[in-house]
């Protein structure tokens, strides 16, 4: 499990082992357009503010992923305890 904190919203949340970046914040009410749900397409695409992607995508190339700056929040989760995304 990792701590997803959003830094808009001011509100912290836990993404447990089987569970999507992508489905805890809809079950937080938080409204996220999605579209093939494997990482592929770049709709999910969420900026990182803070902490280390563990990047699970096929959508962004070698250079974006080392960059850290986005995560696909329907297939990555986190290398660091906590991410920070722009949300
Ligand atoms: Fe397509 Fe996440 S919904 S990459």
Same mark, same amino acid.
Request: proline share 0%.
């Given at each position: 499990a990792f701590e997803i904190a959003l830094a808009r919203s001011a509100v912290t949340l836990q993404v447990p082992a089987g569970k999507s970046i992508l489905q805890v914040l809809r079950e937080n009410g938080i409204k996220m357009a999605s579209s093939? =749900?494997? =990482?592929? %397409? =770049? $709709?999910c695409k969420v900026r990182v503010l803070e902490g280390t992607p563990d990047h699970q995508d096929v959508y962004l190339n070698a250079s974006e992923k080392a960059s850290?700056? $986005?995560?696909? $929040? %329907?297939v990555s989760r986190a290398k660091t305890d906590r991410l920070i995304l722009d949300l």
């Open positions: 093939c =749900g494997q =990482g592929a %397409c =770049g $709709t850290n700056a $986005t995560i696909m $929040t %329907c």
